[in-house]
């Protein structure tokens, strides 16, 4: 079997904040321009919504920035209609190789292909772009490589989740999660719900849920705000910020949402799926203050959100220098141009650093210019994004993931859900087996062999195996996977078919 191949001046991956101005910003530099994408449309996790097959003219409700989506989108789609862009939907990259030509991304379909239907495309959107059967044949489309001379990996991150006793019931989300089958769905995977862990996103999460018809119980928030005290400064520069947080404290005020600080759920209740959480107060480190524990009822969703991890397999395997962000997030380093340490490769948002849609359009921006020969961003748009990087930075200090989470687990709790490893085993093979990474930990307890290959916990076991702050090295270990999607057999032969034919040098 022979795969089909797209040649491009610039590979773009991902078609989110980043990816759509990336690609927008080298197709307009006058680069020939190919973008990969997990998903059926443009937008990304920040603007996903409603298939446009079933809602042609979605209005945003519920999106921040929709009107920069919009801009975004309609460069891209006049990009399209003239050539520039090939847009690749439905395709996840599984492997990515630099040779002498420059990159070779290997797809695989992640997705069906939607039944094509009537033309449809958000509001202001070209028209051009009706569906998501595109260039490369569609959502779904077949397994392909795509070859540039230069790669702008935009992957974005996932949710970051610590474990809790009970957290394996289902009726347990991720944060981001619950956000995406709202904005995806325009319905709710349950009716009472409990958001708990720490940071701004908890606040739209829950704000979409009420929007939405359901109850939120509460609203748990490890951290307080007098832990933005020493961060003023950074919080003034992006006031944006504050006008976004007045937006969600009215709607809280609107349905009568209660917002606990220094709160956290130290256990999930149920027998055959979630039922209640037992939550208490904590201290700034987030150790269990005694006597405060309190148990809310007829809870049937718990929404979890500790942040993000950035999606670094692509980076990682291509040899990119990396570094531990100020969240203990593993991130790759980049120049002013966003170029990483392997010379052609470019990277923007979340896996330089999670930031923030808004910086990752502007690193998009950056990154997408100088991958398509142009000058770099202009000196105010470089002021932004510096204002941008300091307000991420103080709300990892502000936010942090509380230093005795581990405390409120027993040996029993499971932490790697895929392969069923419980905190005793972890500890055990630390204190036993001196498994202090995670690499030690998948030889001695499978800890990350399952099927998320330790994107769910691997920052956890981290902490487990070396301490709250996990080394670059066990980081880079959970994130350096040989293949970043599953994959057929027949894909794999297919590189012996493609190397015949000097496709793969």
């Known amino acids: 079997m022979t795969a089909a191949s797209t040649h491009a001046d610039v590979a773009v991956v991902g078609a989110g904040p980043a990816g759509l101005a990336a690609a927008v910003a080298a197709a307009e530099a006058g680069a020939s321009v190919a973008v990969v994408d997990a998903a059926a449309q443009p937008g990304g996790q920040y603007w996903r919504h409603r298939p446009e097959t079933v809602v042609p003219e979605p209005d945003g ?15 891209f789609d006049a990009a399209r209609a003239l050539g520039r862009i090939t847009y690749l939907p439905g395709r996840s990259v599984w492997m990515a190789q630099k040779d002498d030509g420059g990159f070779t991304l290997r797809t695989t379909p992640t997705i069906a292909s939607p039944a094509p239907v009537a033309p449809s495309r958000p509001q202001g959107a070209h ?7 595109a260039e490369g044949g569609g959502a779904g489309a077949g397994a392909g490589a795509v070859s540039a001379r230069r790669l702008v990996l935009c992957t974005g991150g996932y949710d970051r989740q610590l474990p809790v006793p009970g957290w394996d019931l289902p009726g347990v989300m991720a944060a981001g999660g619950l956000q995406a089958f709202v904005k995806a769905n325009g319905s709710l995977p349950g009716r009472r719900f409990v958001i708990a862990g720490t940071g701004p996103f908890l606040l739209p999460v829950a704000a979409g849920i009420a929007a939405a018809g359901g109850i939120v119980v509460a609203v748990l928030e490890a951290s307080a705000p007098s832990a933005w005290l020493p961060h003023l400064k950074a919080a003034a520069g992006v006031p944006e910020k504050a006008l ?11 349905h009568r949402i209660p917002y606990r600080t220094r709160s956290i759920v130290t256990e999930v209740l149920g027998s055959d799926r979630v039922e209640a959480v037992r939550t208490a107060r904590a201290d700034a480190d987030g150790r269990v203050l005694p006597g405060s524990e309190r148990v809310y009822e007829d809870v ?9 991890t950035p999606q670094l397999e692509l980076p990682v395997s291509l040899g990119v220098r990396t570094r531990v962000d100020a969240d203990g997030s593993l991130v790759g380093v980049v120049d002013d141009r966003q170029e990483s340490s392997v010379p052609g490769l470019f990277l923007a948002g979340e896996v330089t650093g999670v930031g ?22 202009p000196a105010k748009a470089a002021a932004r994004a510096a204002r941008h990087r300091r307000f991420a930075r103080a709300m990892h200090e502000a936010h942090p993931v509380p230093a005795g989470w581990s405390d409120w687990l027993t040996p029993e709790t499971i932490v790697c859900r895929c392969e069923e490893v419980t905190a005793g085993e972890i500890v055990a093979a630390r204190s036993d087996l001196e498994a202090a990474d995670s690499r030690s930990l998948k030889s001695f307890t499978r800890t990350g062999m399952g099927w998320c290959q330790g994107r769910v916990c691997g920052f956890a076991a981290s902490c487990l195996a070396e301490g709250n ?17 599953p994959v057929s057999l027949g894909e794999l032969a297919s590189l012996e078919d493609a190397a015949a034919e000097g496709a793969v040098h």
Not at 127 to 133: E, F, G, L, M, S
Not at 469 to 485: D, F, G, H, K, Y
């Open 356 to 377: 923030g849609a808004a910086l990752a359009v502007l690193e998009g921006f950056a990154a997408g210019s100088a991958a398509g020969g142009s000058s770099a961003l």
């Open 469 to 485: 702050q996990p080394s670059e090295t066990s980081l880079a270990a959970t994130a350096r996977r040989p293949l970043a999607a």
């Open 300 to 308: 049937d969703v718990v929404g979890f959100g500790w942040g993000f």
């Open 244 to 254: 976004e947080g007045a937006a969600y404290a009215a709607v809280f005020a609107r």
């Open 127 to 133: 028209p051009a772009d009706v569906t998501a059967q």
């Open 61 to 75: 409700h519920g999106h921040h920035d929709w009107s920069v989506y919009l801009d975004l989108r309609s460069r």
